[in-house]
């Protein structure tokens, strides 16, 4: 990967882009914004271990960074299901 043409690296940062974009648009809003760092809890992805979740968390940190912006990861897992 360390040999991509710098137009396949934009097509995958386009790529990714609108693939948070349409799949968390709220977390996408919330990196445009001017804060340093985007919190979430954990439990917003895999939650019960999904894989995908797995990949699309790994997709919202890389997509922060577009922006540059940290991610801090809160809480424990499975907290936000003891409440309900």
């Known amino acids: 990967m360390a040999n991509m043409s710098e137009e396949e ?3 995958k940062e386009a790529s990714l882009i609108t693939a948070i974009e349409n799949t968390l648009p709220a977390f996408a809003k919330s990196c445009r914004e001017k804060a340093d ?3 979430l809890h954990q439990d917003a992805f895999a939650t019960d271990y999904q894989e995908r979740e797995y990949m699309i968390l790994g997709m919202a940190i890389k997509f922060a960074g577009l922006y540059g912006r ?7 897992n ?4 003891a409440k309900q």
Do not use: A, F, N, S
């Open 78 to 81: 499975r907290e936000t299901l």
């Open 37 to 39: 760092v985007v919190i």
């Open 70 to 76: 940290q991610v801090q990861i809160i809480g424990k």
């Open 9 to 11: 690296i934009k097509q």
